[in-house]
C-alpha cells in the first residue's frame, strides 16, 4: 500500500493556497497556517513523501524548478520491475536506493523470453529509509519540509480583494484543521471493526478528500490490505521450500555494475495454506465486513478470503516468508493479506506448515479509500479541471510502489517543466510501460485497484527491462529531466553497444562455430556474453522481430498523435451514437490514440472523429 500524493504549482492564473501544519523546525509547532502560494519562493509543492512523492519532487527537482516536499515526518520517508528500470532511465532515485537496500535479488520469469522478464528485489526498510534520506537530503533545487496538508483552497475566479479577504480569515472559517494522512478517506478494517485512519497509527485525509469533491472531482471507493508481520524466531523453516537470490545479482539502476549486499543475500522460504486454513476461515466469513462486494480489492494481489471465494476447487496458495530486513526478525508473510479478527488470524497461521508455533507482531487489516477517477487528468497528469494541479500514486486508483513511483516521476517532471514554461513529458504507450499505465489509467479508468504487468502491452517485445535506458534516457536528456552524470553513463554504454552489435553483423561464421561459443538458435540469453545484461544478445537474436514491431508502431502514430480539443462538446456531433458521446464526455481524450481505446469506441465513431482532427490540424498548418 502506498501514500497518494498530490502536486501543486504556482500559477497566477488559477492562485491556490494550502493549510498545513508546520513541525519541529518551525516556530508555530503543532500550529495550523493558511499560506498563499504566491507568497513561497517555490515553483513546484509536493504532498506527501512516499514512493511517488520521492519521484515527483526529484523529477521537479532536476527540471530545474525551485521544489517543495512536504511530508508529515521527515524521518519516515519510505521506500520490482520493469517500470523501476524505466524510472532509474529517467534518472529516477528508487532504482539506485533499491540496489543499496536490496538483501535479495532475482530475475523472475527467466524460463520464458526476455520480453517477460521481471527483475524483483527484497529491501531492507531500514537502509532504503537511511540511504534515502541521505540522498535526498542535499538534493539540487529540493527543500524538505516537515507539515501536513489538510485543504486545497480555489479562488475560482475571484477579485485579488475578495481572495485576500478570505485568506486573512480565521483558519477555522477557511478550511478544517484535518491531518493528510496515507489514504483519501481512509478507513480500516479488522475483523468486524472499522475506523478512520490510512495504516494503523496514521491519520486519514478526511478534509482533502472533501475539498476534492467540492471541486468538482468524481471520487470512488477502493480497497486493499496487507498481511500479518510475524516473528521469524518462531518459524520452523525445516523442509519448506528454499528460494535463493541470484548470483551475480542484476542491479536495477544503470549506473550500477553491482549491490553492496550481493555475497550476503538473505533466503526467501515457501509454504502453503490446506484445506483446513480454507474452511476455517470460511467458517468466519461473517467476522469480516472487508469482504463484501459492494468496494472493489485487487484482483491479481487478492485478500486471503477472495483466493478461498473464488477458486474453490483449489486445495492450497502459496506463501512466501520473506523477511523484512538484515537486523530484525520481522517477517512479512506474501499472499495472506486478510481482514480476520486477531485471534482468527493466529489460528488459522498456526494450521499453516512451519508455522505452527509462530507468534503474530502485528495482525493483517484491510484499507478502504477514495480515489480520484483518473479519467479527470491529461497524459501529463495534471487535472482537467484545474491548471497546475497534478495527481499521481493510490490517489489514481493505482496499487504498488512501483506504479506510484513512475506516476510520481511523470507528474513531478510535468509539475516542473509547466512552471518553467517548458514543453511537457509525455511518454505513450510504445515508449515505456509508464506510457501504458498512464494511457490506461486515463482513458480506462479503474474498477479495481491497477497495477502494470507486461500483458497490459501490445509492444512487449520493444519494452523490455534490459533496454529501458535505450528507450528514454535520452527523451528524459532532451527534456532536462536527465542529468549530464547519467547522460555521460548513457553515451558510453550505448556506444559500446553498438560496436557490439556491429562486430556481430560483421562476423560471419558456419553454426558449429557459433556453437562453439555457446551461441545456437535455443540457447538461454545470458549476461556471459557482454556485461550489459544480454542486450547485444537479445537485440541480435530478435532483430527481424524488433525491426517488424517497430513498423507496427510507427504505422500507429501517423494517426496515432492527432490532438482533440478536451474541451469539445460531443453533444454537438450529430453523427455519433448517445453512448459513445457520453463516454467522451466523461474521458475527453487528448488525442486520437486515447479515444480509440475507450472500452465501447465502435469503427464509425473513430471515422468522425479523425476527419474532426485532420480537419483542425489542418486549420492549425494553414494558420502558422
Known amino acids: 500500500m502506498n501514500c497518494q500524493l498530490q502536486l501543486i504549482r504556482q500559477s497566477l492564473q488559477s492562485r491556490t493556497i494550502i493549510r498545513r501544519s508546520l513541525h519541529s523546525s518551525s516556530p508555530f509547532s503543532q500550529a495550523s497556517v493558511v499560506t498563499p502560494l504566491n507568497q513561497l519562493d517555490y515553483d513546484v509543492i509536493i504532498i506527501g513523501g512516499g514512493h511517488a512523492g520521492t519521484e515527483a519532487c526529484t523529477a521537479a527537482a532536476r527540471t530545474g524548478a525551485r521544489t517543495l516536499l512536504l511530508t508529515q515526518n521527515t524521518d519516515t520517508i519510505v521506500g520490482k520491475g520493469v517500470l523501476v528500470r524505466e524510472i532509474d532511465a529517467l534518472d529516477g532515485v528508487c532504482g539506485r536506493i533499491?540496489?543499496?537496500?536490496?538483501?535479495?535479488?532475482?530475475?523472475?520469469?527467466?524460463?520464458?523470453?526476455?520480453?517477460?522478464?521481471?527483475?524483483?528485489?527484497?529491501?531492507?526498510?531500514?537502509?532504503?529509509?537511511q540511504h534515502l534520506q541521505e540522498y535526498l537530503k542535499n538534493y539540487p533545487n529540493l527543500t524538505i519540509q516537515s507539515g501536513s496538508v489538510s485543504d486545497l483552497i480555489l479562488n475560482d475566479g475571484m477579485v485579488q480583494e475578495e481572495y485576500d479577504t478570505m485568506v486573512n480569515k480565521d483558519a477555522s472559517q477557511v478550511v478544517k484543521g484535518v491531518r493528510l494522512g496515507t489514504f483519501l478517506g481512509g478507513e480500516i478494517h479488522l475483523g468486524l471493526k472499522a475506523w478512520p485512519a490510512g495504516r494503523i497509527g496514521e491519520n486519514p485525509s478526511i478534509g482533502l478528500s472533501k475539498s476534492l469533491k467540492s471541486a468538482g472531482f468524481q471520487l470512488a471507493r477502493l480497497k486493499t490490505g496487507t498481511p500479518a508481520r510475524l516473528d521469524g524466531r518462531t518459524i520452523n523453516y525445516d523442509g519448506l521450500l528454499v528460494q535463493e537470490g541470484d548470483n551475480p545479482p542484476s542491479p536495477f539502476s544503470y549506473l550500477h555494475k553491482t549491490v553492496p549486499h550481493a555475497d550476503n543475500q538473505i533466503?526467501?522460504?515457501?509454504?502453503?495454506?490446506?484445506?483446513?486454513?480454507?474452511?476455517y476461515i470460511t467458517d468466519h466469513f461473517d467476522q469480516s465486513i472487508h469482504i463484501r462486494e459492494t468496494v472493489k480489492g485487487p484482483r491479481y494481489c487478492p485478500s486471503l478470503e477472495s483466493k478461498i471465494k473464488r477458486?474453490?476447487?483449489k486445495s492450497a496458495h502459496n506463501i512466501w516468508l520473506e523477511p523484512e530486513g538484515l537486523d530484525n526478525h520481522v517477517v512479512y508473510p506474501n499472499g495472506i493479506s486478510n481482514t480476520m479478527p486477531e485471534e482468527v488470524q493466529l489460528n488459522f497461521l498456526r494450521m499453516i506448515r512451519g508455522l505452527e508455533n509462530v507468534d503474530m507482531l502485528k495482525p493483517a487489516y484491510g484499507v478502504e479509500y477514495d480515489y480520484v477517477d483518473p479519467r479527470e487528468l491529461r497524459s501529463t497528469l495534471e487535472t482537467k479541471r484545474i491548471h497546475g494541479l497534478f495527481l499521481a500514486g493510490q490517489i489514481n486508483g493505482t496499487t504498488g510502489y512501483e506504479e506510484a513511483a513512475a506516476q510520481g516521476v511523470i507528474a513531478g517532471a510535468n509539475a516542473g517543466l509547466q512552471a518553467l514554461g517548458k514543453a511537457p513529458f509525455i511518454l505513450d504507450r510504445s515508449d515505456a510501460y509508464i506510457g501504458v499505465l498512464i494511457d490506461d489509467l486515463i482513458t480506462k479508468g479503474v474498477e479495481e485497484p491497477y497495477r502494470v504487468f507486461t500483458a497490459r502491452s501490445e509492444y512487449r517485445l520493444l519494452l523490455r527491462a534490459d533496454n529501458a535506458d535505450t528507450r528514454l534516457t535520452k527523451k528524459g536528456y532532451e527534456s532536462g529531466l536527465v542529468k549530464k552524470e547519467r547522460w555521460v553513463s548513457y553515451e558510453s554504454a550505448n556506444s559500446a553497444l553498438q560496436s557490439a552489435i556491429a562486430d556481430l553483423e560483421n562476423t560471419k561464421m558456419p553454426a558449429k562455430r557459433w556453437a562453439d561459443y555457446g551461441i545456437t538458435p535455443n540457447a538461454k540469453v545470458t549476461t556471459d556474453y557482454i556485461n550489459d545484461n544480454g542486450l547485444t544478445m537479445i537485440t541480435g537474436r530478435y532483430k527481424p522481430f524488433l525491426k517488424r514491431q517497430e513498423m507496427e508502431v510507427q504505422a500507429l502514430k501517423r494517426d496515432e498523435h492527432l490532438l482533440l480539443d478536451i474541451n469539445l462538446d460531443y453533444t454537438q456531433m450529430d453523427q455519433l451514437s448517445n453512448e459513445v458521446r457520453q463516454k467522451l464526455a466523461i474521458v475527453r481524450p487528448e488525442t486520437l490514440g486515447a479515444a480509440k481505446r475507450i472500452d465501447g469506441m465502435t469503427p464509425a465513431a473513430m471515422v468522425v472523429l479523425m476527419k474532426y482532427?485532420?480537419?483542425?490540424?489542418?486549420?492549425?498548418i494553414f494558420s502558422m
Open 267 to 279: 533466503l526467501c522460504h515457501q509454504t502453503k495454506t490446506n484445506p483446513e486454513v480454507h474452511q
Open 311 to 313: 477458486f474453490t476447487t
Open 98 to 129: 533499491s540496489d543499496l537496500a536490496g538483501i535479495q535479488f532475482k530475475i523472475l520469469n527467466k524460463s520464458k523470453g526476455p520480453a517477460v522478464y521481471g527483475p524483483r528485489a527484497q529491501i531492507d526498510r531500514k537502509l532504503y529509509k
Open 613 to 620: 482532427a485532420k480537419r483542425t490540424y489542418n486549420k492549425k
